[in-house]
């Protein structure tokens, strides 16, 4: 699947691409903006991230941004299967396109595929609790507030915030399907 916004072209990435993200994040010093879909630090993340099979429901997406004459990656979404009719929606951003609203372009766009050209009932999102940016954005595309986990002790991680989208209780007719 690809998709093409205003700004914005959603594709997979391929293994032959390990040497442009990677530039990429070490000209932009990358870090995730939600959990799930890891920003490779590493050139070996970086190709295990983009070998990663797909199942019929992952939907898992480079982000490039037009902005400046030619594609370049800003970051990467997507939707990881939990579940036949569930899936998780995850994104990281490079620190340059944060702020500029590329991540609710991308996650629109995301979520029109997952609504619309996927067998999904259900998207969950799961981001650290102190992430105000992403939980503000996800508020914003209609996730609901399911719960806090509790943060794992010993460097573990901080809480996780559950928020979900659920398509049959929060159906929205006014918005048009994509093509996917």
């Known amino acids: 699947m690809f998709a093409r916004t205003k700004r914005l072209t959603l594709r997979p990435g391929w293994p032959e691409e390990t040497n442009a ?8 010093s990358a870090a995730t903006l939600q ?3 890891p920003c490779p630090h590493l050139s070996e993340r970086a190709a295990a991230f983009l070998a990663v099979p797909h199942g019929a429901t992952d939907a898992r997406f480079l982000i490039l941004s037009h902005e400046c004459g030619y594609p370049r990656i800003v ?7 939990h579940a036949p009719d ?3 929606l995850a994104c990281w951003l490079m620190p340059a396109a944060r702020g500029r609203g590329i991540a609710s372009e991308a996650a629109n766009a995301v979520i029109d595929m997952a609504r619309h050209a996927l067998p999904l009932r259900r998207l969950e999102a799961n981001p650290h609790a102190g992430n105000v940016a992403a939980l503000r954005l996800l508020a914003k595309l209609g996730f609901r507030n399911k ?6 002790p010993h460097g573990g991680g901080s ?7 659920d398509f049959e209780a929060d159906s929205d007719p006014v ?6």
């Open 147 to 152: 719960g806090c986990s509790a943060a794992v």
């Open 86 to 88: 569930k899936a998780e």
């Open 21 to 28: 993200i990677m530039a990429a994040i070490v000209r932009e």
């Open 175 to 180: 918005r048009m399907p994509i093509a996917a």
């Open 75 to 81: 970051g990467g979404i997507g939707l990881i299967a």
């Open 159 to 165: 809480a996780r915030v559950t928020l979900v989208l």
């Open 35 to 37: 959990a799930g879909l």
